[in-house]
């Protein structure tokens, strides 16, 4: 697969505050990037400099191999960018407002008619064509950014948290929109707090704090690498700190703690069958009402590899 | 008790929104500014008459002292009043809006504060700075006391003429804001502003009027016109210039009066302006207030406002829905010409200007056209048989005509044929037998005539060409950063258009946004010249004056439409290097005010220079779009030599020739001047907005 996006020790001051520092990055050709970090992380930064609107203090950021600086003019047909907030144009109805970003990308005639009425279709805004832009609800509004970034079909769509503030209904309607031009081999980089639906979304993800890139890769990996080893809750009906002395001299355990009734177990890395901790726990004469392994997913694994810190 | 007196002490003393600002007021480092700035023109103006009245600085004359003393108090009060007129509605403009943008509008309503509270808490801490400026002022003030000629009543009524002011218009801002919740907001300060500015120059204006003054015949039967015109007591400086004891401006006296005006009010409004003025505007500025403490959560919670619902009833604006128009192929100069030109306030104004503007020129052109009726008038009355004229008009007679009667009319001579004519009568004598021995006639009158057309005309295009001006200029410093604060200019920044086509749609959209409000003076024009080329066909009257040169037609609408440009390039100049919208609104009205006035200053200084060769002074007078419009227009009165006819080497026709031939140079350097600032503009584009956005 092409490389379509990279970053190659990429920093962006401001003043003193640091907001990106050598990052490095790369997003290969029909892949989805959720681009996860806490607020003031830097990925805003990092997808304002992607879309040409902002400059690198040093380093380098590719876009389908042009440089962003010295070959802006070159990048801009190539991708569709959706910032944080909706950008309203007052008193245009939702056709025109699609007929002027087509127009800024030089498409014209009954070209631009047709790709219109086809982005409205897709978006499923055709309903609302007449309608003024201003008075869009916010899920409508985010899904006519969509329609507007489709306008110009580009091969890279920079999302900068498309589904924030979305009630539940929007945010699914969203999410199956960006599936839709996944499939459409489409290259896309989100930026979202929404976890759970970055994990269904994405096949990749970076995790930035304080400007520095903690995490690229496949979220599988990232799982994988955040769970460390497997971890296996246990409940006894008694004595549960005598079962976790019993449980911290079995040799595939790593480590053991008792806390309100329950043991925590962790078991030595590459070990995932924890099947001899009831029997040894029943051979003992405790009787086991719980026995749960503990699921690391993308939202754990944020959570294990950031400190919370904010700049 | 307690508890009303604990009442009004929150309502005002203890009012927390008061509170703040006047808390905190002191240490804006842009108030102390704007107070350094105020006194210091004070100071400067106080300097300035000082050491150039020769006659008293340094003498022991005391008359001459106090004369000067009056005119320092003369000019200061003038230069307060202006800055408080130019600085009130700034101030007072997002009394309650400002809270609105900062969202903490409704915070504020789901506090326990009382609706009074809120509102006079807003209004009068807006209006304190203002007043506090006026306070810093009293020292500088106190200087005409040194030297006497000023009674410390007018020193009052001056402060109490600019502390009205100030707070009317707060109040009315505050009605505005809170009937419609958008007065305040960046977009409308600038509208309130010029309808501030329109108000007081429109009524200044009109006072010259005739049928503003009060027409009365005294006792004796002389016919007398008052100085002060209904429109004293309602104007900041027409009030102002009544407490200096002008003797071209004095009120009528009591006594003086016909009985009808004797009675209280008009008693008080015509020999009382002053009092009159900041009595009315105290009660004006509660009449506002009271209705805005009444409705204020009662707007707040309605969902629906009077505007829209007004704009959806003459179907322009606050619909939802509507058929979409076709986009151009230059998208940004479609938003600037389409999309703000169809926006319902927009819309409202720019059908509002069209429609007012080519009513007053048809109204002018009727009046004009049309004849008057004159107090005494002969049409076809002679009877020679008879010897007996039949005079009409107010007294209507039949008066015998001696045989050896004078006849004139106007500077000629004429006979008694002449009687049978329709002249207006000017005087006649009565010879013996009661017949008439000697009689002056004159031209029937006109409505309107030449000369006075011609000063309304002018008057109303220079008026509407500065409304024009000011339009494009707000447009254009607004254009970049409202896209800069909304976040839109990131949006086109990331599509392939360049600096380049940016600027040049806006360029193109903004001049095609005013197009159809320049149409308004030049299609006055045109029907000017148009009646006029009509009249001259028909009458082939040898004495025949053009009211308008029908090369204006050609002059007109290129110089205003290249004149438009250079506001609006300038405008977005301005609106691309500051980072608030407000910001680059003031410096760039500031500068194109300031310029068309330096230019119209210099272009009547050269009109009207003796030493300088008129056709020469005409073709420099060009360079301003406004002596430009008097040469076209009105140059009888202000063209200067080159068009007196007094003057035994003018030619008007070959200063004619001289303005077309400098009206093509000029567009040419106008034309270099834009295009070097668009040029300027393209280059720097993406380095100003790549330094404001660190």
């Known amino acids: ?311 | 008790m307690l508890g009303i007196a604990d009442y009004f002490w929150r309502l005002l003393p203890g009012n927390p929104i008061l509170l703040r600002v006047v808390q905190t007021a002191g240490k804006k480092r842009r108030d102390a500014i704007i107070r350094c700035g105020y006194l210091g023109l004070l100071v400067v103006m106080v300097t300035w008459i000082l050491s150039t009245s020769g006659t008293s600085y340094g003498s022991s004359d005391l008359a001459a002292l106090t004369k000067d003393s009056a005119l320092i108090f003369q000019y200061m009060s003038y230069l307060q009043l202006a800055l408080v007129a130019l600085l009130s509605p700034v101030f007072t403009a997002g009394a309650i809006t400002q809270e609105r943008d900062s969202q903490t509008y409704d915070i504020l309503l789901a506090t326990p504060l009382t609706n009074g509270q809120i509102v006079l808490g807003s209004l009068l801490s807006r209006v304190f700075f203002v007043v506090a400026l006026l306070v810093s002022g009293i020292p500088i003030f106190s200087i005409t006391q040194i030297f006497g000629g000023v009674a410390i009543k007018s020193i009052f009524y001056s402060f109490l003429i600019a502390a009205s002011t100030a707070l009317v218009t707060g109040a009315m801002a505050m009605a505005m804001a809170i009937a419609t919740l958008k007065v305040g907001t960046r977009r409308t300060i600038f509208s309130f502003y010029l309808f501030i500015v329109i108000y007081l120059v429109g009524f200044y204006l009109l006072d010259s009027v005739d049928f503003m003054h009060l027409h009365y015949v005294d006792a004796a039967g002389n016919p007398h016109t008052t100085q002060t015109s209904w429109l004293t007591g309602l104007h900041p400086f027409l009030a102002l210039r009544v407490i200096f004891n002008d003797a071209n401006y004095l009120p009528p006296n009591l006594a003086d009066l016909p009985g009808r005006w004797q009675s209280w009010p008009y008693s008080w409004y015509w020999t009382s302006p002053a009092t009159f003025y900041f009595s009315f505007m105290l009660i004006a500025s509660v009449a506002l207030v009271l209705p805005s403490i009444l409705l204020l959560r009662r707007m707040a919670q309605s969902t629906s406002g009077f505007k829209n619902w007004v704009l959806q009833k003459i179907h322009i604006g606050g619909g939802a829905t509507r058929k979409p128009r076709s986009v151009w192929y230059n998208p940004i100069a479609w938003r600037e010409a389409r999309t703000k030109a169809s926006a319902g306030r927009a819309s409202f104004l720019r059908y509002g200007f069209i429609l007012l503007g080519l009513s007053g020129s048809i109204l002018l052109l009727t009046m004009h056209a049309t004849e008057g009726s004159p107090h005494q008038f002969i049409s076809s009355g002679y009877d020679a048989t008879r010897n007996m004229l039949f005079i009409d008009g107010d007294t209507r007679q039949d008066l015998a005509v001696s045989p050896y009667v004078q006849v004139k009319i106007g500077d000629r001579d004429g006979t008694t044929d002449d009687l049978n004519g329709r002249y207006e009568v000017k005087d006649f004598t009565l010879g013996p037998g009661n017949s008439i021995s000697q009689i002056n006639l004159r031209d029937f009158p006109r409505r309107l005539d030449s000369e006075q057309t011609r000063t309304w005309l002018l008057g109303v295009t220079i008026l509407e060409f500065s409304v024009i001006l000011l339009i494009i200029t707000n447009a254009a410093a607004s254009t970049v950063t409202r896209e800069k604060e909304d976040g839109t200019l990131d949006l086109l920044l990331s599509t392939p258009i360049t600096s380049r086509y940016y600027i040049w749609g806006k360029l193109r959209g903004l001049v095609s946004f005013v197009l159809p409000l320049l149409a308004v003076p030049v299609v006055s024009c045109f029907l000017f010249i148009a009646h006029d080329l009509l009249r001259w066909l028909a009458e082939g009257d040898s004495r025949f004056q053009w009211i308008v040169f029908p090369e204006a037609l050609l002059m007109m609408p290129s110089m205003l439409i290249i004149v438009c440009a250079f506001a609006a390039i300038l405008g977005m100049q301005m609106s691309l290097r500051c980072r608030t919208t407000v910001r680059a609104v003031m410096s760039s009205v500031g500068i194109i005010v300031g310029a068309c006035a330096l230019l119209g200053w210099c272009g009547n200084g050269i009109l009207n220079s003796r030493s300088a060769i008129p056709e020469l002074s005409v073709g420099a007078a060009v360079f301003s779009p406004f002596t430009m419009l008097t040469l076209l227009i009105d140059p009888y009165d202000f063209g200067g030599r080159a068009y007196d006819p007094l003057i035994p080497d003018a030619d008007p026709e070959g200063a004619r020739v001289t303005a077309l031939v400098m009206c093509i140079v000029v567009l040419c350097v106008y034309a270099l001047l834009v295009w070097s600032m668009y040029k300027s503009m393209v280059k720097n584009f993406d380095m100003t907005i790549r330094k404001q956005s660190r």
């Open chain 1, 1 to 311: 697969m092409a490389v379509v996006i990279k970053t190659v020790n990429l920093t962006k001051r401001y003043g003193t505050l640091v907001a990106l520092s050598n990052l490095n990055l790369q997003i290969s050709e029909g892949d989805c990037f959720g681009f996860i970090g806490p607020n003031g992380a830097g990925k805003t930064t990092t997808i304002k400099i992607l879309a040409t609107l902002l400059q690198p203090t040093w380093g380098e950021a590719r876009v389908c191999d042009y440089v962003v600086g010295y070959q802006s003019r070159s990048i801009r047909p190539l991708i569709g960018y959706v910032p944080d907030y909706f950008g309203a144009y007052e008193d245009m109805v939702v056709q025109e407002y699609l007929e002027f970003f087509a127009a800024a990308y030089n498409i014209n005639g009954p070209q631009r008619t047709k790709i219109v009425n086809d982005v409205l279709e897709l978006t499923d805004l055709g309903y609302k064509r007449d309608a003024a832009v201003d008075g869009l609800s916010r899920g409508m509004k985010q899904r006519l950014s969509i329609a507007r970034v489709l306008v110009h079909d580009p091969k890279v769509l920079l999302l900068d948290e498309p589904a924030g503030n979305l009630d539940p209904r929007a945010r699914i309607e969203m999410r199956e929109l960006l599936k839709e031009l996944r499939r459409m081999g489409k290259t896309i980089l989100i930026s979202s707090h929404i976890l759970p639906e970055l994990a269904d979304l994405c096949n990749t993800v970076g995790i930035i704090e304080q400007g520095e890139l903690l995490y690229s890769g496949p979220v599988a990996d990232i799982v994988r690498k955040a769970s460390g080893g497997t971890i296996v809750h246990v409940g006894v009906t008694r004595a549960p700190e005598q079962a976790a002395a019993l449980l911290s001299q079995n040799p595939s355990v790593d480590s053991v703690a008792a806390h309100n009734g329950f043991i925590k177990v962790c078991l030595k890395a590459g070990i995932s069958d924890f099947s001899f901790i009831p029997a040894q726990l029943i051979g003992a004469g405790f009787a086991v009402n719980l026995l749960r392994e503990e699921e690391v997913n993308l939202e754990t694994a944020f959570m294990r590899l950031t400190k919370g810190i904010v700049q």
